[in-house]
């Protein structure tokens, strides 16, 4: 079956680094459009980035563009999510997110905490 799982969160100051990675298995990684999502307390999951199949094409958020960068190793299964300039606001859990066969699947999460 479809997994997904986070690792990498923290506590980080402002204006500093965080790489997030994801692990999968369950189906074939390099087919598929990887994606990392977000929830800040009290709000919405909001969308951060995806990265293509290849890794030929990234989207960002306008929120994290110019900050963060999504990258995905095939050979290892694992799409990654650098995090650079963090800001409060970034503070939230950060899920990886795959659609196959017309289903999302959503890893358990992996907090991020912005804060001096």
């Known amino acids: 079956q479809v997994q997904l799982v986070e690792s990498g969160g923290g506590l980080v100051q402002p204006g500093g680094s965080l790489r997030l990675s994801c692990a999968a298995s369950?189906?074939?990684?390099?087919?598929?459009?990887m994606s990392w999502y977000r929830q800040a307390p009290g709000k919405e999951r909001e969308f951060v980035a995806y990265i293509t199949q290849t890794g030929g094409f990234t989207n960002y958020a306008d929120s994290v563009k110019g900050r963060f960068t999504i990258s995905r190793d095939n050979a290892k299964n694992t799409v990654y999510l650098q995090m650079s300039s963090l800001k409060p606001g970034d503070t939230a859990v950060y899920y990886c997110n795959v659609k196959v066969s017309l289903e999302n699947y959503w890893g358990q999460g992996t907090q991020v905490t912005v804060s001096s």
């Open positions: 369950g189906f074939t990684f390099s087919s598929y459009l």
